[in-house]
């Protein structure tokens, strides 16, 4: 995300995980580690209504496996996911400040006046804060593990958070 993309990065920002994996390409990207971990799943595997989602076969994937070996803390790591619905919002605003940026990155060969130049710098400040205000409403479910189902495998509960900090309020 934008200037966003530090947020969980600095040890005050994690909350009381130890790591946060930000949109790990796989299961082999997640540390398998005594202490509590936050992975915050890619928007491709958002979820949605129901325990079928995208969101919670993914995190089911993760908690079997790191790598080619089965994981041994399944239950030190927990899940934050994307609304689906709320997704489109964001990339919405996404798209509005990658063009504002790009505007006022080539403000001098696209040749604006310094009102126009104003006005651009102004709408990519309106275009972030967009951003930083859609960013907490989209990624708004933690997906716990608990324990075992029926089947053997454990099971996810799904918790819908509110608020600023993804990793803070996750913790």
């Given at each position: ?24 390409a796989g299961p082999a990207d997640v540390t398998d580690e005594m202490e509590t971990s936050l992975v915050i799943l ?30 041994l803390n399944r239950n030190a790591l927990v899940f934050l996911a994307s609304d689906e619905a709320r997704w489109s ?83």
């Amino acid at each position: 995300f934008p200037s966003h993309d530090t947020e969980v990065s600095s040890p005050r920002n994690r909350g009381s995980f130890l790591k946060v994996h930000v949109f790990p390409a796989g299961p082999a990207d997640v540390t398998d580690e005594m202490e509590t971990s936050l992975v915050i799943l890619s928007p491709e595997n958002s979820h949605g209504k129901g325990d079928g989602s995208k969101a919670v076969a993914e995190a089911d994937r993760i908690l079997n496996k790191r790598g080619t070996q089965p994981r041994l803390n399944r239950n030190a790591l927990v899940f934050l996911a994307s609304d689906e619905a709320r997704w489109s919002d964001l990339e919405e605003a996404l798209r509005r400040y990658l063009a504002w940026k790009g505007i006022v990155q080539r403000s001098e060969e696209l040749s604006l006046d310094p009102f126009q130049e104003s006005q651009a710098k102004s709408q990519l400040d309106q275009a972030d804060k967009s951003v930083s205000a859609r960013i907490p409403e989209t990624f708004c479910h933690l997906l716990v593990p608990g324990q075992e189902d029926s089947k053997g495998g454990i099971s996810l509960r799904s918790i819908r958070l509110s608020g600023e900090g993804l990793a803070l309020r996750a913790s």
